[in-house]
């Protein structure tokens, strides 16, 4: 019969699994200030996933001030405990000198750990140090190999970077766009906003796949959704019947009448979202696109609406980039 202390154990372990859960759920979603207090709870029992992502929280700066010191002392005790995410945590720390100082060697040998423990993200990460030479030998056909292992392990930036080789040719692959596609494809699969876009461009161009202007239109339009910047800089000039001169300062000619108008202001709208994510393309054409149809608009309460308006939901507060607030108050939906 089990002991009162093991059923108030597994009682514990339970509440912390369950509150892990739903911390993970709102953090993938972006909700990081209601994620840290769920998270703060599972610390206090020790639970070895729960210091992990806080501790990614302080080295990120999501949902509070960044602390690079505090989130290596997390991700080294969620280390200790065994959380595997947490060892990769870490060797970014020593990759990139944050909270400790910067150790290439020490960083490839927790990836190698990690990636052992088949985590997709260390697995990715150590390709990468064999395919640059960074803290261990440069080993190209290495590096292939776990990009292959990554993507195999579900991590979508694997499957893009293995989609590029192919259609470059680089890294000793050899040129093949259908293989590049079907990488592609399979990170679109996974919603990545970059697969999409990049998949979209195939077909639209019949690259690997067979032409098809609608699906590609589809693909844009999901990839915009999912915040990928250029996807949505095409959507706006989707909008356009002539390309956007990318020299700043430019004037260009754009067709009046209530349609046009319309059209403007939904390119204006893409154009702005991709500056807001630094796509300095969409800067420039944005700032191309202006003229005198915009009306200025100085008060925050009606600057953060036209932010929601625009697509900017999820920011707590309007961005601090004074280029972006300006512009922004220029726009009227």
């Not at 509440?15 to 599972?42: H, M, W």
């Not at 990009?147 to 970077?161: G, T, V, Y």
């Not at 706006?236 to 349609?259: C, D, F, H, M, N």
């Not at 036209?306 to 507060?317: D, K, T, V």
Request: charged content about 25%; glycine content about 8%; overall charge neutral.
């Amino acid at each position: 019969m089990a002991t009162v202390s093991a059923v108030e154990s597994q009682t514990d372990r339970f509440d912390c699994e369950k509150t892990f859960e739903k911390a993970s759920e709102v953090y993938k979603r972006g909700n990081y200030p209601q994620a840290i207090p769920l998270l703060e709870q599972g610390c206090v029992h020790h639970h070895a996933p729960s210091i992990g992502l806080l501790g990614r929280c302080y080295l990120t700066g999501s949902g509070m001030p960044q602390d690079c010191k505090k989130g290596f002392e997390l991700s080294q005790e969620a280390a200790h405990l065994g959380n595997v995410r947490a060892i990769t945590n870490l060797a970014h720390c020593y990759l990139q000198g944050m909270g400790v100082k910067e150790d290439p060697n020490k960083a490839t040998v927790l990836l190698q750990q990690a990636a052992d423990q088949n985590d997709s993200e260390a697995t990715y990460e150590l390709a990468c140090c064999y395919e640059c030479g960074r803290g261990t030998k440069k080993d190209v056909g290495r590096a292939i190999s776990l990009f292959r292992k990554a993507a195999e392990l579900h991590d979508s930036d694997a499957m893009i970077l293995l989609g590029y080789y192919y259609e470059t040719g680089e890294e000793g692959l050899p040129k093949n766009m259908e293989k590049a596609a079907q990488w592609y494809q399979k990170a679109a699969d996974l919603d990545d906003a970059n697969g999409l876009n990049l998949l979209s461009r195939c077909y639209k161009h019949g690259l690997g796949v067979p032409q098809n202007e609608a699906e590609a239109k589809r693909l844009r339009a999901k990839a915009a959704d999912l915040g990928n910047a250029l996807a949505i800089e095409n959507e706006g000039q989707s909008y356009l019947s002539t390309e956007i001169s990318l020299r700043a300062g430019e004037k260009i000619e754009v067709p009046t009448g209530p349609e046009k108008i319309r059209d403007r202001r939904e390119a204006s709208r893409h154009f702005l979202r991709a500056a807001y994510l630094e796509s300095s393309s969409a800067k420039i054409k944005f700032e191309n696109l202006q003229n005198h149809v915009f009306s200025p608009i100085s008060t925050d309460d009606r600057l953060y609406g036209i932010l929601l308006q625009a697509g900017f939901i999820g920011n707590a507060q309007p961005p601090r980039d004074p280029w972006t607030i300006k512009r922004v108050a220029q726009v009227r939906m």
